[in-house]
């Protein structure tokens, strides 16, 4: 039989093939900017200086398609990603990713399980939660005329003038063009979950598409307001911090943010997992999550954590009390059924042009 043949054979081959010093390094791919600083300074340069690993960290726009074409070539480069609830669903339905024993996870400083300190559904069976964060809508309050006071306002180009900013992507998009068009938002999933619903969210988005600039990652929205070409965006409301720390005028609308949890997952196939599983355990630790609160305000997934946070930064979470009035959970399982479905669709409406009105605002 030729080795060709022996895909198990060929695969040791190529285990002893890779450098030794390949062992000591691992690939951690993330969202970039504001946040990779908030896990470098957090967990990742800690992690590297207990235990000697070097963490190359490389930045994506989220999705599950260079995984699943990783995995299935046998040619894993990432170690760790940082994915959406949403895709690690839809990543762990495919069997892309390894399995997580949860109680090798590290207790609580006070010795409560990790199983009873961590977020209900934060403890995957493909992954481990580490943040809660969430879609907001910001705005220079020093450049615009009239600060929104809700998400309606968002759609209204008429009595809030200027171009908006939004994700290139389905998700949230819909949801808040639903409630801009009177949906409650206890019923926005069961309204999207019919074509009538769909169709209805979309006709909502053509009243704003000709004044819409669309970004694909956190640092492109807050780009869009730092220059002034829009006069509100969608954006993850830590960004809008890191923003604010550098002396930019931002506020945001709490109004209907829709609310989301970060995953860490290991791609199968891959030739360090159990180190992979060494830094996932690390980085979600009480100490790891509360340090990187410090730097970015996204609600950590331990309780435990949520304790050594500062009152100033508690604030500013997603999950403090105030800013949970009208939130929206963004219902992972929802879209991991439906993301592929509606993409296609969004990407058809994006390609066809819209009329602008004859008394089209400044």
Not at 164 to 181: C, Q, T
């Amino acid at each position: 039989m030729s080795i060709l043949r022996r895909p198990t054979l060929l695969f040791l081959i190529v285990l002893l093939l890779v450098p030794a010093a390949a062992a000591d390094r691992l690939t951690v791919v993330s969202w970039g900017g504001a946040y990779v600083k908030s896990q470098m300074l957090g967990f990742i340069l800690p992690f590297e200086e207990e235990t000697g690993i070097a963490v190359d960290v490389l930045e994506y726009t989220g999705g599950i398609d260079d995984v699943r074409s990783q995995v299935r070539a046998w040619n894993v480069r990432w170690d760790v990603v940082d994915m959406e609830l949403f895709d690690a669903h839809r990543a762990c339905r495919e069997n892309l990713l390894v399995p997580f024993d949860h109680d090798t996870l590290p207790p609580a400083p006070d010795g409560t399980p990790a199983r009873e300190d961590f977020l209900e559904g934060s403890l995957l069976r493909c992954g481990i939660g580490n943040v809660v964060a969430a879609t907001v809508v910001a705005y220079d309050h020093e450049r615009i005329e009239r600060a929104p006071e809700r998400i309606e306002d968002f759609f209204d180009v008429q009595g809030f003038p200027g171009r908006r900013g939004l994700r290139r992507s389905p998700k949230v998009n819909l949801e808040w063009a639903l409630i801009a068009d009177g949906v409650p938002r206890e019923d926005v999933y069961q309204v999207l979950d019919t074509e009538e619903g769909v169709d209805r969210a979309f006709r909502v988005l053509n009243r704003i598409k000709p004044w819409v600039d669309w970004w694909r990652s956190g640092e492109e929205a807050v780009r869009l307001l730092e220059t002034g070409r829009v006069s509100m965006t969608s954006v993850f409301n830590g960004r809008v911090f890191d923003a604010v720390q550098r002396g930019e005028t931002f506020s945001i609308l709490w109004d209907h943010q829709v609310w989301f949890m970060d995953v860490w997952v290991i791609p199968r196939n891959g030739r360090r997992q159990e180190l992979a599983a060494e830094f996932v355990r690390f980085a979600t630790t009480t100490d790891s999550l509360a340090r990187q609160m410090r730097y970015i305000p996204y609600g950590p997934v331990r309780r435990s954590s949520l304790e050594q946070i500062d009152p100033e930064i508690r604030r500013q979470l997603p999950t403090a009390e105030e800013n949970m009035v009208t939130a929206i959970e963004g219902d992972a399982e929802w879209w991991a059924a439906n993301l592929d479905r509606l993409t296609e669709r969004f990407e058809r409406w994006l390609e066809r042009p819209v009329m602008v009105p004859r008394d089209r605002p400044n």
